[in-house]
């Protein structure tokens, strides 16, 4: 038997690479691994963000295979109705103000709210949209979500144009007044907040 024909034996005989996930689906992964889960339900698991923009940074996701904030319809209202009382618990196991929200635009394969303190001091914030992401109205509030789904039955898209504007809404404070001219002066203020 040729070198080549040994080669191509081999190869044949290795399990197959199973193919790479992409980013987007790392959620799912997330809910399976111990050492990210927080706290869990029978309908709920929430778990470390891998990749905190805050102190605490926590997401809630629900078991049930719902892909994102638009495939919410009014059926989904007791979930969401855990989804706020497990946030309120959250809320009682840390000494910090905590908001809950997702995100107008979501990244990430699989409906989640976070669950984020508003010191937002953390070395994986780095640019302006982390920043907006979190403190302008690309954050929709827990209780926002539930009120606009309660009226209108599910969720509408936010345009391109809003999203692109919310994006480079210039950096303030979300303590005060302060608006700094670029990240690093943003972190280093926040460190004037911190208790």
């Known amino acids: 038997m040729s070198k080549r024909s040994l080669e191509k034996e081999e190869n044949s005989n290795r399990p197959a690479k199973e193919p790479k996930k992409h980013w987007s689906?790392?959620?799912?992964?997330?809910?399976?691994?111990?050492k990210l889960i927080y706290k869990e339900t029978k309908n709920i698991i929430v778990i470390k963000d891998k990749y905190p923009k805050a102190k605490i940074h926590y997401l809630v996701l629900p078991r049930?295979?719902?892909?994102?904030?638009f495939k919410l319809n009014k059926s989904h209202l007791d979930l969401l109705e855990e989804f706020g009382s497990v946030f309120n618990t959250i809320k009682e196991e840390h000494d910090c103000e905590l908001?809950?929200?997702?995100?107008a635009v979501p990244s990430m394969h699989r409906l989640h709210m976070h669950v984020i303190s508003t010191d937002m001091n953390s070395p994986c914030?780095?640019?302006?949209?982390h920043w907006n992401s979190f403190t302008t109205s690309f954050f929709i509030l827990y209780e926002d979500l539930i009120n606009n789904l309660t009226k209108d039955g599910c969720i509408e898209k936010m345009s391109n144009e809003t999203h692109k504007s919310l994006m480079s809404t210039p950096l303030k404070c979300n303590q005060c007044s302060f608006e700094p001219k670029n990240m690093p002066q943003l972190k280093q203020h926040l460190l004037i907040h911190i208790k």
Request: hydrophobic share 40%; aromatic share 4%; proline share 4%.
């Open 25 to 34: 689906l790392g959620l799912v992964e997330s809910m399976k691994d111990p």
């Open 99 to 103: 908001r809950a929200g997702f995100h």
């Open 125 to 129: 914030l780095k640019t302006k949209i």
């Open 64 to 69: 049930e295979e719902i892909s994102s904030i």
